[in-house]
Structures are given as structure tokens and as C-alpha cells.
């Protein structure tokens, strides 16, 4: 098995979609005013569509085994991570409260969707990947609780009011659907209007990551210039210390000790391996965080990442038995 050709193979459509979004703010065909507006569909519309169109039909989210554990586990890891990520910020000379935050939350939260799926499809079973899917309604939910708190430095109480969004009811609509299996047994004079609706959901979520790349792409070609001097190599290096050094162990002996299934197990390496996520980088202009501190974080940790992934899953799996 060949964990490097894999991981290169999901890793870089993704950076072709980043670099196609920074290429269209330099030309001018995606400005700076059209940001607002397209970040908004991509969170109210676009990724709504993609959760329906990842939980609907889904057998695993029926299993009881399956639909607490993982998402406990999401929520877990999660935190603990950005609880790690906000302390160790001042390693980095990051006192600026604003910075603190923006390091906090774009170092704790793991690339959880981009990479861990195509890469869980194309090493492991069917089942592997609906656990993936079920742990991360966990890691949804802490991003868009206590990740957007720690971003925008409002209460937990306004935090969990700004939850009650587009993606969080389409989360729990989506899982009561599934559960009771309404979608996929509808009558038959329900017939035509359940399958132009999941239609509809399907190309909308086909559009949700492009575009949110897109946009990531070219937030970065904004703030690029301002990765020349200041506090690069220390946010960087240190995110990259925390990221792909402290957490990978961390989740490594979660994934050995934690009394859970092969599949969760296989989940727990794969996201403990992962960079940071890029999503964050466009959530900082959203909610008053750092775009540049951000931007180093996730560049840092990507191309690192690029060497290290394939090394985590291969080395961990082994430990742990996955393979």
C-alpha cells in the first residue's frame, strides 16, 4: 500500500482549486466585493447541501454504536486541541488578543473533510467512511460553537445562538431524516418530488468545497504579501510543532486504548495525521479574526503536512492495527 501516492492524490486537487481561486483574484474575475456574498451562500446554501448530501442514506448513522461514540470523539479531540493551540500561543509572541484567537482555532481544528475523505475512500471500506462521516457532525458542531467563540471572542452563550444556522439545522434535520429513514421510503406519490429534491441537493453540494477553495485561494492572494517578515517562521513553526507533532501522538494513543471499533479507529488515525483545516482562513474575515496569522498556520502546515501525513497513517496504522 502505497500511503504517500494516496495522500498526494487527494491532497492536490485541492491545492489546483486554491491556486485557481488565487489566480482569479489576480486577474480580477473574483474581487474583493464579491467576498460577502459568496462566502454567505457557501454557509447558508452550499454547505447545508453538502451535510444533507452526506447524511442522507447513510446505514451507519443508524447504528447506535456508530452514531454517539465517534461524534463524542470529534468533539473531544477537538477542543482539547484548540484548548492546547490557545496556551501555547504565546510561544509564538501572540499576546494581541485578536491573533491569540485566530492561532487557537485555525491550529486546533484538523482538515476533518477535504483530505481525511477521499483518502478513507481509497484506503479503507464503505463503513470506515460512514464513521468518518458520523465523527465529524462532532467536529461541525464544536467548529460552529466553541470554534466560532474562540474566533470572534463573544460568549459561549452567543456563540451557541449564532449555532442555530443554516448548517446546524440542516445537520439535525438531516440526521432525524436518516434515522427515520423518510428519504429513501417516501410513497410513491412522493416519488418524483424526494428525487428532484435530492437531485438539487446533489449539485448544490457538488459546488460547496470548489467554491470554498476558490475563495480560500483567493483570501491567500490578498494577504500573501503579508507573510514577508513579522511573526512567520515562529507561528508557523510552532503550529507545525503542535499540529503535526503533539496531536498525531495524542491521537495515536487514542486510538490504541480507546475501547471502540476498527473502523473508528482507522478514523482517529487518519484525522490525527491531518493539517490544519483551510476553512478557517475564510471564517477569519467572517468573524473578525487574524487572515494572516491564519494563512501561516495553514500554509505551514500543509506543506509540511505533505510529508508527514502519508508517515502518521502508515506509522500509526501499524501501531494500532487498521491495515
Known sequence: MNEFTTVFGAVLPVLGLMVVGFLLRRLCWLTAEADQSLLRICVNVLLPALIFENVLGNAALRRPENLFL???VGVVTTVVA????WHAARLAGLTEPRARRTFALTTGLHNYAYI???????????????????????VEITLWTVGITVLSGQSLIGSWRRAINPPLIALALALLLNFLGMCFTPP???QVPAKMFLTMIHWLSQSAIPLALMMIGAIM??????????????????AIVIRLGLMPLLFLLLAKYLPCSVELKRVIVVQGAMASAVLPIALTKHYGGDPRIALQVVLGTTVVGLVTIPFWIHFAGKICGIW
Open 116 to 138: 481525511p475523505l477521499p483518502l478513507c475512500l481509497m484506503l479503507f471500506d464503505p463503513g470506515t467512511v460512514g464513521v468518518l462521516l458520523v465523527h465529524n457532525v462532532g
Open 221 to 238: 492572494a490578498d494577504h500573501l504579501p503579508e507573510l514577508r517578515g513579522g511573526q512567520l517562521f515562529r507561528v508557523a513553526g510552532l
Open 82 to 85: 484548540i484548548g492546547i493551540a
Open 70 to 72: 465517534p461524534p463524542i
Open 188 to 190: 410513491a406519490a412522493a
